[in-house]
């Protein structure tokens, strides 16, 4: 690649990021992509037209084998900015769910995640510096009714990223989790979500989850909420009892409810 400085995004294909990737693009950065699907190489070409210099990598990071053939299309280049954004929800009752495409969204969100950003923590730590950005979510403060697992690995990952902040801080490593809502992505398609409340409703753009994201990694922030609404939703969460939060999320994402 160019002497640019080199962005590592993941969930790449569509999405936030897509966004994130793009940004990164007209930020002057080359770019390594990654995503579970052919259409990957669709996203490298746009990106390429943008003026960086990209490869894109095909790769279930749900698999150790994924994360394994992403790190090491890296070779010996130094990532300056890792996005970690790939995910994967799952909509309908926990009880009724396919325990492999349960098991699908714990390795995806939480195992994958977090093994891709040790291997490239330690090195950004060898090389005295970097920026990772997080994609968590709102979610990870909301008792998930009927959308449980993926809330609670979102749980996960924003108590995450802010634990590894502090540990990381000393060797010029900067963490940044962004959390938005509900976003215009495939996200509730994917997860089987459309007969629901949220799928069925507006939800944020994108590309401006992305710039809030981007731009709060930039400053070197520890997390932001991307949203009016969703900040007043995680300043309540705080103080609203679990059983309360469970029913009002039952209500939007319980299958039918859109219908209501």
Request: with cysteine.
């Amino acid at each position: 690649m160019s002497g640019k400085p080199l962005a590592l995004v993941t969930g790449a294909s569509s999405g936030i990021g897509l966004e994130l990737a793009r940004i990164a693009a007209r930020e002057g950065h080359d770019l390594v992509i990654c995503a579970d699907e052919a259409r990957i190489e669709e996203a490298a070409a746009e990106l390429r037209g943008m003026g960086a210099e990209v490869t894109a990598v095909e790769a279930d990071l749900a698999t150790e084998d994924g994360v394994f053939r992403l790190h090491s299309a890296l070779g010996s280049r130094r990532v300056d900015v890792l996005c970690a954004n790939a995910g994967r929800g799952l909509g309908h009752a926990f009880l009724d769910q396919d325990w492999k495409q349960v098991r699908r969204v714990v390795d995806t969100n939480v195992t994958g995640t977090i093994m891709l950003i040790q291997k490239v923590g330690r090195e950004m730590r060898q090389a005295g510096g970097g920026r990772i950005l997080i994609t968590g979510s709102v979610a990870g403060y909301l008792p998930g009714a009927f959308h449980a697992v993926y809330n609670g690995t979102k749980a996960f990952i924003d108590s995450f990223a802010a634990a590894l902040r502090n540990e990381v801080q000393e060797h010029g490593i900067s963490v940044t989790c962004l959390m938005p809502g509900a976003t215009e992505t495939e996200f509730f398609e994917r997860a089987g979500m459309e007969d629901t409340k949220v799928g069925a409703g507006s939800k944020d753009d994108a590309a401006a989850v992305a710039e809030t994201g981007w731009k709060a990694m930039v400053k070197g922030e520890g997390q932001v909420v991307h949203g009016l609404m969703n900040k007043v939703q995680t300043t309540l969460a705080n103080v609203t009892p679990a059983a309360v939060l469970a029913q009002q999320h039952r209500k939007q994402a319980e299958p039918g409810s859109a219908k209501e």
